[in-house]
């Protein structure tokens, strides 16, 4: 049994490698978007169903605006660089939601939502944008499916370590160093390194589509006073520090217009 453990841990992880467009970079992810585009819609439409979708208004318009202009960008990066059919299984949808949590994100597959709670810190369309080309750069580079296929190597990784130890009290010591080892060794930089990504994704994306990327780090420093401070160590996070994000958004912006220049982008709303 610990043999068949051990080949399939191995097996999935030389395996199940797709190069991220962006990167060029090699990430773990064994779930096609055959299996989990399906589950990220109907997830979708059950959420929408069971939440007020607010419709016909400006700001609902302008969240549908936004999102066109920003997955219309990331087709126009792809097709440039390689990777023309990149996008045909997306079904892109942009909804506004009355919700006062400060939030907004997309599932794999390109379903969109905002909540009504982040728009005051936006101040604006290129402050959605900010946020827009962020979401939208998660579901470009299969981050849902990655998280999902650590996920299961945790999981593969706790049941060998479980089968291995046969004296209960030492099993015990290895799930709760495993427990708290793994989240914090692995887990949670994974998950940190894919906002980074996606933050750098996203400001490139934003820009073709003709926004300023120098907002961004802006966005962010309101972020960080409407925290008020109140975020755990960023080694505890899911998420890069305000600060680090603001400094990474600032020295990332030439690079974004630059971009945006090779697409005839060379002044921003």
Same mark, same amino acid.
């Given at each position: +049994?610990?043999?068949?453990?051990?080949?399939?841990?191995? &097996?999935?992880?030389?395996?199940? *490698?797709?190069?991220?467009?962006?990167?060029?970079?090699?990430?773990?992810? &064994?779930?096609?978007?055959?299996?989990? &585009?399906? +589950?990220?819609?109907?997830?979708?439409?059950?959420?929408?169903?069971?939440?007020?979708?607010?419709?016909?208004?400006?700001?609902?318009? +302008?969240?549908?605006?936004?999102?066109?202009? /920003?997955?219309?960008?990331?087709?126009?990066? $792809?097709?440039?660089?390689?990777?023309?059919?990149?996008?045909?299984?997306?079904?892109?949808?942009?909804?506004?939601?009355?919700?006062?949590?400060?939030?907004?994100? *997309?599932?794999?597959?390109?379903?969109?939502? &905002?909540?009504?709670?982040?728009?005051?810190?936006?101040?604006?369309? %290129?402050?959605?944008?900010?946020? !827009?080309?962020?979401?939208?750069?998660?579901?470009?580079?299969?981050?849902?499916?990655?998280?999902?296929?650590?996920?299961?190597?945790?999981?593969?990784?706790?049941?060998?370590?479980?089968?291995?130890?046969?004296?209960?009290?030492?099993?015990?010591?290895?799930?709760?160093?495993?427990?708290?080892?793994?989240?914090?060794?692995?887990?949670?930089?994974?998950?940190?390194?894919?906002?980074?990504?996606?933050?750098?994704?996203?400001?490139?994306?934003?820009? /073709?589509?003709?926004?300023?990327?120098?907002?961004?780090?802006? $966005?962010?420093?309101? !972020?960080?006073?409407?925290?008020?401070?109140?975020?755990?160590?960023?080694? !505890?996070?899911?998420?890069?520090?305000?600060?680090?994000?603001?400094?990474?958004? %600032?020295?990332?912006?030439?690079?974004?217009?630059?971009?945006?220049?090779?697409?005839?982008?060379?002044?921003?709303?």
């Amino acid at each position: +049994m610990k043999r068949i453990v051990l080949i399939l841990t191995l &097996f999935l992880a030389v395996s199940a *490698c797709k190069v991220n467009p962006f990167t060029g970079q090699k990430t773990l992810n &064994f779930y096609p978007n055959s299996q989990i &585009f399906p +589950m990220a819609f109907a997830q979708y439409d059950q959420f929408l169903g069971e939440n007020k979708v607010v419709e016909g208004t400006s700001e609902a318009h +302008m969240i549908t605006r936004v999102g066109q202009r /920003i997955s219309s960008a990331a087709e126009r990066w $792809l097709a440039a660089n390689g990777y023309p059919g990149y996008l045909n299984d997306y079904k892109w949808e942009y909804n506004l939601v009355k919700d006062e949590t400060v939030n907004a994100w *997309c599932m794999p597959g390109g379903k969109i939502v &905002f909540y009504t709670g982040i728009l005051p810190i936006c101040q604006g369309e %290129t402050g959605v944008a900010v946020v !827009m080309g962020h979401e939208v750069a998660h579901a470009l580079a299969d981050h849902g499916a990655q998280r999902m296929s650590a996920g299961t190597l945790q999981q593969i990784g706790a049941v060998a370590g479980n089968i291995a130890i046969q004296d209960p009290e030492k099993r015990n010591m290895f799930n709760q160093a495993y427990g708290v080892g793994s989240q914090l060794g692995v887990m949670l930089p994974f998950s940190r390194s894919h906002e980074t990504e996606a933050d750098r994704i996203g400001l490139q994306i934003m820009a /073709i589509a003709g926004y300023d990327p120098y907002e961004a780090a802006e $966005l962010w420093k309101r !972020m960080k006073a409407q925290s008020g401070g109140q975020a755990p160590p960023e080694f !505890m996070s899911t998420h890069p520090s305000n600060d680090t994000r603001i400094n990474n958004l %600032t020295a990332w912006a030439p690079e974004a217009a630059a971009e945006a220049a090779k697409f005839g982008v060379t002044s921003f709303k």
